[in-house]
């Protein structure tokens, strides 16, 4: 890991008001009972902060409705906020995955950002539960690709 990207932690933790150690060991924060995880990828001159969260998996008899409303959702990403929805191979659970240049991320603005991006996750989620109204707005068929 490198330094800036544990200094970003450190700056998070404090900024929100978490345990800065407990936070920076796990990479894992709970937002309105949605668990979001950090990780960084590169390398020491270069990466990118990735968040996530898993959104559980949609039940046998939806999944295809399920899969075919995450891919046009993931296309230019109309439905997800920048980030991107994807499906564990082994597990079958739905992910919401995004990533950001490390260098570009302040402790404020990493905020903002998973801010937004639970409101994102927390919408997927109750879609692939099924939980969602029917008529909510922001429903499928707002993800329809125009042919």
């Known amino acids: 890991m490198i330094e800036t990207y544990e200094a970003l932690l450190k700056s998070f933790a404090q900024h929100v008001g978490l ?5 920076v060991a796990t990479q894992e ?3 309105e009972g949605l668990a979001v995880g950090l990780l960084y990828e590169g390398d020491e001159s270069i990466g990118d902060l990735i968040y996530f969260t ?4 949609p039940s046998d008899r939806r999944a295809p409705e399920v899969y075919k409303t995450l891919l046009q959702a993931n296309n230019l990403w109309v439905g997800t906020g920048g980030a991107t929805l994807g499906v564990q191979q082994d597990s079958g659970h739905v992910i919401l995955a995004g990533r950001i240049d490390v260098l570009g991320v302040t402790a404020q603005s ?3 950002l998973l801010d937004a991006f639970t409101d994102t996750a927390l919408f997927w989620q109750k879609f692939v539960a099924d939980t969602l109204p029917s008529d909510a707005p922001g429903s499928q068929e707002q993800f329809i690709v125009r042919g």
């Open 19 to 23: 345990d800065v150690d407990s936070f």
């Open 110 to 112: 990493l905020s903002v």
């Open 54 to 57: 898993d959104l559980g998996s």
């Open 29 to 31: 924060l709970v937002i």
